[in-house]
C-alpha cells in the first residue's frame, strides 16, 4: 500500500497567524493564498507490517521529532478512517523539496498538503477536496490551502471538531495572468518555527488582537479584488495585511524578527518601482524572503529590478500552481 503525492507551496496574501485549538490547527481567522507551480514537495507515503515505527524521511535525512509528531497526526487520522488491516500498520514517509526548506516559503504546506494526498491514496481513501483538506490542516495549518491550486480561501469554520475548517476554491489558477517573484534574501532554517512563533505572538504580543481584528475586513476586500482581477485593490490589502502580522510578531517577547536588512532593501525597491509607474505588491511570511505579485505583462522589468537589490540572492519566478495530486511513479 503506497502512493506518491506532488503538492505546490501557496503564498498568503491574507495571512493565517493565529489558532483557536492548536491540536487541530483550527485558525483564529479565515485567509487567502494562491498555490505557485515552478516549485514543488514530492511526498512517497508507505504502509507496510514491516516497518518497527512511523518513519519521515526529509530530502534524504530523518526528519526533526517535531515535524515527525505532526506528520503522525495525518497518518493517524488515515488509519482511523481505514480502519482494517491498515490501522495497524506503521508508515515510512519519503519526501524532498526543490525549493530552499524553512525559509518563509511555506514548505511545511506543500509539504503537509502532498503527505496528505500521498497518505490517502495508499489507504485507498476516496477523500472529497474538502475532506483532504482538513487532512492537511492536521500536519500544518497552511498546508489545506496547497489541496486546492489557483486562488485559494481557508474558511475559519465554526465546529469545534474542524470538519467546516478547510479551504475552497476562490479562483482557478487561469483566472488570472499573475506571477509571483520570489527575491531570495536568506536561505537555510528559520530560527523560530511558525507553530512556536503563533503562540509566542499570541501570548505576549499586545497587537495581536487588534490584528486579528483587521483580517476579516481584509479577506473580504481581497477576496472581491481577486475576482475583479483588480491588481492594485489586492496590492494594498496584501501589503497592509503583511506589515500588520509583522507588527504584532515585532511586538512579542521575545520579539519575532523575522525580517532582514535585505527585505527591507527589497521592500524599499518595490516603493521606488511603483512611484515609477510599475504594478507590483510586496508581501513576506515567517521569514526573511520577500515575494512581489505583479501581472505577466511587467513582471520582466520588475524582476531584473529585484535582482539587481543588495542582500537579494536570487529571484524565483513562479507562476499560479494547481492543488495536490496523486501521481504514478512509473510516468
Ligand atoms: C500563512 N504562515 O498564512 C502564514 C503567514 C506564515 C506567515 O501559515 O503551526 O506552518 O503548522 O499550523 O501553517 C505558517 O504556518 O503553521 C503560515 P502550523 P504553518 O501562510
Known amino acids: 500500500m503506497e502512493a506518491l503525492a506532488v503538492a505546490h507551496p501557496n503564498i498568503a496574501l491574507v495571512k493565517y497567524w493565529g489558532k483557536r485549538d492548536s491540536a487541530l490547527n483550527l485558525p483564529r481567522e479565515g485567509s487567502l493564498s494562491l498555490t505557485l507551480a515552478g516549485m514543488e514537495s514530492v511526498t512517497h507515503v508507505a504502509f507496510d507490517g514491516a516497518f518497527a515505527a512511523d518513519e519521515l524521511v526529509l530530502g534524504g535525512n530523518p526528519a526533526p521529532e517535531a515535524s515527525l509528531r505532526k506528520a503522525r497526526r495525518i497518518l493517524d487520522e488515515v488509519r482511523r478512517r481505514a480502519g482494517g488491516r491498515l490501522a495497524a500498520l506503521h508508515a515510512r514517509v519519503e519526501s524532498r523539496n526543490d525549493f530552499p526548506t524553512g525559509a518563509g516559503l511555506a514548505s511545511s504546506a506543500s509539504g503537509f498538503a502532498a503527505l496528505a494526498c500521498a497518505a490517502a491514496g495508499a489507504a485507498g481513501l476516496d477523500l472529497s477536496p474538502a475532506e483532504l483538506s482538513v487532512l492537511a490542516r492536521l500536519g500544518s495549518g497552511s498546508a489545506c490551502r496547497s489541496v486546492l491550486g489557483g486562488f485559494v480561501e481557508w474558511k475559519r469554520g465554526e465546529r469545534a471538531d474542524g470538519t467546516d475548517s478547510h479551504a475552497i476554491a476562490v479562483a482557478p489558477r487561469d483566472h488570472w495572468d499573475v506571477v509571483m517573484l520570489v527575491a531570495v534574501v536568506a536561505e537555510g532554517p528559520k530560527g523560530v518555527s511558525s507553530t512556536e512563533g503563533m503562540e509566542r505572538t499570541r501570548r505576549t504580543s499586545p497587537y495581536y488582537e487588534p490584528f486579528l481584528g483587521s483580517i476579516p475586513a481584509d479577506l473580504d476586500a481581497a477576496r472581491a479584488a481577486v475576482v475583479a482581477r483588480d491588481l492594485d485593490a489586492l496590492g494594498v490589502v496584501m501589503e497592509r495585511n503583511c506589515l ?23 521592500i524599499e525597491r518595490v516603493g521606488q518601482l511603483r512611484s515609477a509607474g510599475a504594478r507590483a505588491y510586496f508581501t513576506i511570511d515567517a521569514g526573511p524572503n520577500v515575494k ?34 496523486v501521481v504514478d511513479p512509473l510516468a
Request: aromatic content about 2%.
Open 292 to 325: 512581489v505579485l505583479c501581472e505577466r505583462a511587467g513582471a520582466d522589468a520588475v524582476e531584473s529590478a529585484l535582482a539587481a537589490v543588495p542582500g537579494v540572492a536570487r529571484v524565483i519566478r513562479a507562476l499560479p500552481g494547481g492543488g495536490a495530486r
Open 244 to 266: 500588520r502580522m509583522h507588527a504584532a510578531m515585532l511586538a512579542a517577547e521575545p520579539a519575532l524578527i523575522y525580517l532582514r536588512g535585505g527585505s527591507l532593501a527589497v
